[in-house]
């Protein structure tokens, strides 16, 4: 891989401040060619309970640090990944297979949660509230949780990371991260420059591992991790957190969605379009945050689907080394899974209105399906690729209605410029995020999460270090 800093390319999982192999690997390859790019060491039950081990020891020296020192130790690192960025970007791009540039800005982006969270380290304040007797005084502290286990996802290798171990790091909890096996390389680069940056050995781990199940039991059911933060899909989601429920543990789920795309008839189109491209393609469709379904206002929609059909054209679709804007699909099962939506809404009387399949491998056309309606198997489903269905409505009641009606209740987007439909509509819609006359709300700065089946807690913002600290009350009597 040609990168500056080669420190970066690890293969061996990261536990307390060492790089350990467990004798057995397993091939990480990149998706745009299938060529294998690591063999990574693959972490059974010993390297499992070590990384927790070192995290439990490490959280006595790590709490017991100012915040201060903390919040310079979490910049140093924070500088580390703007320096390295392209190198970062590049194994990104590599093993995860979206274009450069926008690799380069995941690691930005996820760059922008460490600084944001050693910032808000030195702000963790109490409260004291007047006590409900005369000589009571009632004194409030947070503090850490303690050891926490992230499980991040493939589709931001790098982001996801940083957006949990970042607050995590910064409340004075320590970590231990279970990346995805597809994607190992990212969190390994991560932990190289956390090693570079100071933090003391253990506070930080890492575990390879190709059988999920086997971490997400052991962070579930093993007494010293009192947290997990899990982003992925919403069946493996409900699964750790029914596994949680045996020892009340605290749990950040970050799950799918389905998320709608109104326009309205007051929208400026263009802006709406450019919105929409956006929502839908980035990562090649593979956020949980992309438009999945596309609602259009019956006097505006021929207008809409034709500028979204010309710039839809005009993307490029290859290899993300090579400046293509729409990169590789995951796998095989995720193409398959386009094809599968694809057919059954041609069955059900779709038009596949532009792409519509593979020009190669796991590169997929992004493609537009007009005429999508509510029996088809994509309006229920998160995509997860670049198909763009689009649905025809009349009433804002009606369009409320269809953008409501799923177990989903991450992210939505409508643009308009009505005033007060913006304030009925934003109201309306059972969503944890809202984007107005806006497909871009990703910021380390706002509440990241969902309602419904589409996670419990928030990332980033003030509220996303709550979610690593107890709240401890003292209630203060006899004082005469
Ligand atoms: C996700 O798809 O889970 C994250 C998207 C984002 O942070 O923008």
Same mark, same amino acid.
Request: with cysteine.
């Given at each position: %891989?040609?990168?500056?800093?080669?420190? &970066? &390319?690890?293969?061996? /999982?990261?536990?307390?401040?060492?790089? &350990?192999?467990? =004798?057995?690997?397993?091939?990480? #390859?990149?998706?745009?060619?299938?060529?294998?790019?690591?063999? $990574?060491?693959?972490?059974?039950?010993?390297?499992?309970?070590?990384?927790?081990?070192? /995290?439990?020891?490490?959280? +006595?020296?790590? @709490?017991?640090? #100012?915040?201060?020192?903390?919040?310079?130790?979490? +910049?140093?690192? *924070?500088?580390?990944?703007?320096?390295?960025?392209?190198?970062?970007?590049?194994?990104?791009?590599?093993?995860?297979?979206?274009?450069?540039?926008?690799?380069i800005g995941e690691v930005k982006y996820g760059a922008s949660f460490v600084e944001w969270f050693a910032e808000e380290a030195r702000r963790v304040y109490g409260d004291v509230i007047p006590g409900h007797t005369a000589d009571k005084r009632i004194t409030v502290i947070k503090e850490p949780i303690g050891v926490v286990g992230a499980i991040t996802p493939w589709n931001f290798p790098n982001a996801m990371i940083t957006r949990k171990v970042a607050p995590a790091l910064a409340a004075g909890c320590t970590v231990v991260i279970k990346p995805s096996e597809l994607t190992p390389l990212s969190a390994l680069a991560l932990a190289q420059l956390a090693d570079e940056a100071g933090f003391p050995p253990g506070v930080l781990n890492v575990l390879t591992v190709s059988n999920p199940l086997a971490v997400g039991k052991a962070f579930t059911e093993n007494r010293a991790v009192k947290k997990l933060s899990f982003t992925g899909s919403t069946r493996v989601g409900k699964l750790l957190l029914g596994q949680a429920a045996g020892q009340v543990k605290k749990v950040s789920l970050e799950l799918g969605g389905n998320a709608p795309f109104i326009v309205f008839d007051d929208a400026d189109i263009d802006l709406a379009v450019d919105g929409c491209i956006n929502t839908k393609f980035r990562n090649a469709g593979q956020t949980c945050i992309c438009s999945n379904r596309i609602f259009v206002q019956d006097s505006v929609y021929d207008a809409f689907v034709s500028r979204l059909a010309e710039k839809t054209r005009q993307l490029t679709v290859g290899n993300g080394m090579e400046g293509a804007q729409v990169g590789p699909l995951i796998n095989e099962a995720a193409a398959q899974k386009c094809e599968r939506l694809m057919a059954d809404a041609a069955a059900k009387g779709a038009q596949i209105a532009q792409g519509g399949g593979r020009t190669s491998g796991l590169?997929?056309?992004? #493609?537009?399906?007009?005429?999508? @309606?509510?029996? %088809?198997?994509?309006?229920?489903?998160?995509?997860?690729?670049?198909?763009?269905? $689009?649905?025809?409505?009349?009433?804002?009641?009606?369009?409320?209605? @269809?953008?409501?009606?799923?177990?989903y209740g991450l992210a939505a987007y409508f643009y308009g410029r009505d005033y007060a439909r913006i304030w009925r509509v934003s109201e309306?819609?059972?969503?944890? %995020?809202? =984007? $107005?006359?806006?497909?871009? $709300?990703?910021?380390?700065?706002?509440?990241?999460?969902?309602?419904?089946? @589409?996670?419990?807690?928030?990332?980033?913002?003030?509220?996303?270090?709550?979610? *690593?600290?107890?709240? +401890?009350?003292?209630?203060?009597?006899?004082?005469?």
């Amino acid at each position: %891989m040609n990168i500056q800093h080669q420190s &970066l &390319l690890r293969n061996q /999982a990261y536990v307390n401040g060492q790089w &350990l192999s467990s =004798g057995v690997t397993f091939p990480v #390859t990149n998706p745009f060619d299938g060529a294998i790019i690591a063999d $990574i060491t693959d972490c059974g039950s010993s390297e499992i309970n070590q990384a927790i081990e070192a /995290a439990q020891k490490a959280f +006595k020296v790590w @709490s017991g640090f #100012t915040a201060s020192k903390r919040s310079r130790i979490l +910049k140093n690192w *924070y500088e580390l990944q703007r320096k390295h960025a392209k190198d970062l970007g590049t194994i990104l791009t590599t093993e995860q297979g979206k274009p450069l540039a926008e690799a380069i800005g995941e690691v930005k982006y996820g760059a922008s949660f460490v600084e944001w969270f050693a910032e808000e380290a030195r702000r963790v304040y109490g409260d004291v509230i007047p006590g409900h007797t005369a000589d009571k005084r009632i004194t409030v502290i947070k503090e850490p949780i303690g050891v926490v286990g992230a499980i991040t996802p493939w589709n931001f290798p790098n982001a996801m990371i940083t957006r949990k171990v970042a607050p995590a790091l910064a409340a004075g909890c320590t970590v231990v991260i279970k990346p995805s096996e597809l994607t190992p390389l990212s969190a390994l680069a991560l932990a190289q420059l956390a090693d570079e940056a100071g933090f003391p050995p253990g506070v930080l781990n890492v575990l390879t591992v190709s059988n999920p199940l086997a971490v997400g039991k052991a962070f579930t059911e093993n007494r010293a991790v009192k947290k997990l933060s899990f982003t992925g899909s919403t069946r493996v989601g409900k699964l750790l957190l029914g596994q949680a429920a045996g020892q009340v543990k605290k749990v950040s789920l970050e799950l799918g969605g389905n998320a709608p795309f109104i326009v309205f008839d007051d929208a400026d189109i263009d802006l709406a379009v450019d919105g929409c491209i956006n929502t839908k393609f980035r990562n090649a469709g593979q956020t949980c945050i992309c438009s999945n379904r596309i609602f259009v206002q019956d006097s505006v929609y021929d207008a809409f689907v034709s500028r979204l059909a010309e710039k839809t054209r005009q993307l490029t679709v290859g290899n993300g080394m090579e400046g293509a804007q729409v990169g590789p699909l995951i796998n095989e099962a995720a193409a398959q899974k386009c094809e599968r939506l694809m057919a059954d809404a041609a069955a059900k009387g779709a038009q596949i209105a532009q792409g519509g399949g593979r020009t190669s491998g796991l590169l997929f056309k992004p #493609t537009l399906i007009t005429n999508a @309606s509510r029996e %088809m198997a994509i309006f229920e489903e998160e995509i997860f690729g670049p198909l763009a269905a $689009i649905y025809r409505f009349e009433t804002e009641e009606e369009v409320i209605a @269809s953008a409501n009606d799923t177990d989903y209740g991450l992210a939505a987007y409508f643009y308009g410029r009505d005033y007060a439909r913006i304030w009925r509509v934003s109201e309306a819609l059972e969503y944890g %995020m809202v =984007g $107005i006359n806006t497909g871009v $709300i990703s910021t380390a700065l706002a509440p990241f999460g969902g309602v419904k089946e @589409s996670g419990i807690g928030r990332e980033g913002s003030k509220y996303g270090l709550d979610e *690593y600290l107890t709240v +401890k009350y003292m209630c203060w009597g006899s004082v005469k």
